[in-house]
Structures are given as structure tokens and as C-alpha cells.
């Protein structure tokens, strides 16, 4: 069996491979702070004014970008199935192509498997929670039922 | 999915030279004037 190699955190080994990794690129004319803000606008790039488009793509962080992403005030693209993993694929190919040194990152990883790590639920409710006892000092128990919301929006 | 993705990318971009991997690259900088001219259109 081949070797795993597991990424998920940005700081971390092959962290590039996140599509959090700040590694701008130039897709379209326009440059992208991140894979993530270019493959969440994908998502609205069928509206005629293209201001959500431009909104999410100056939008400092890419977790910004994912939520703005999933924000269906603006209609998604009716054909956003059928094309978003070749919207991924692009985006992915262009980091590494306009960033050599990432491209030889990801070459040097040889026939491995590379596995994308989400964040667990459990870790996530941990987190929750203690951001939970954080901000809410007085509580003797972890504000659980917004915890449960937050987990089954973070599994959507 | 994104580790699938970066397989693919990995093995695609082990098989191009210097020159595919230019045109590519310019490919991406053109500025569509319509969405259907978009890059990811015509991934390849």
C-alpha cells in the first residue's frame, strides 16, 4: 500500500496544499489571493453585475470567501454541479504552475496518496465549546445546543 | 476531493515542458469578455 501523506492546516507539512495557502494567482485576467477565493466566486460568475464576484475575490480571507461562498442571497450558477470540479482542477493546476517552488513540493511527493484532512467533528465541538466557556465566563455548561447548530451547518 | 485534484495536477504536471507549462500559465492571464471564455472552460 502506498504512503498517505495528510494535510490540512496551513502552517503545517504541505500546508501549500490547502486551498487556504496564500499563493496568489492570475486566473482570467484577475489575481486571486488564494484557490479558495477564485473557486468560491466561480460559484456567481453567471450574474451579470459582477460585484459579489469582485467582493469575494478582495476579500481578505479565504475563509471569508467560503462562507461568502455559501451565502445563496445571490443565486448560484445553475450549472455549478457539472462544472465546479473542473473549476477546482483549474484553479489548482494555475497555483502550482505560477508557483515553481510549490510545483516542486508537490512533484517531490513521488506516487504518495495525498489525503486533504478536514477538521473533526469532535475537535470542531471541542473548539465550540471552549470558545463557548470563553466569551460566556458565567456559564457552568457549555452552551451545547449551539454547538450542535454549529456542527451540523460546519458537516452542510 | 482536493487530494484527488492534486494527484491529478501532480501527474499532469510531471508529463508538461517548459513551453506548455508558458502557455498555460498565459493561457490563465487572458481576460475573458464573456463567462463562457472563462480558463476553467477549457481546462485541459
Redesign the interface.
Known sequence: MKDTINFYRQTNAYGE???FYYAP??????EWPTTEHYFQA?KF??LPDSEYVEMIRVTPQPGSAAKMGRNRSWPLRPDWEE?K??????????K???HPKM?DV??G?GDR????KCMGLIEFRWNVMLMSRKTCPLSSDPPLLISIMLSRTYLQ | MLGIVLMEVRDKISKMTPEEVQEEIARAHKNPSQDETAYFFFYP
Open positions: 496544499f490547502s486551498n494567482i492570475v486566473i482570467d485576467g484577475l466561480q460568475a453567471h462544472i470540479d473542473d473549476v477546482m482542477r483549474a484553479c489548482v493546476l494555475q502550482f504552475l505560477q510545483a508537490l512533484l511527493t496518496y495525498l489525503n486533504g
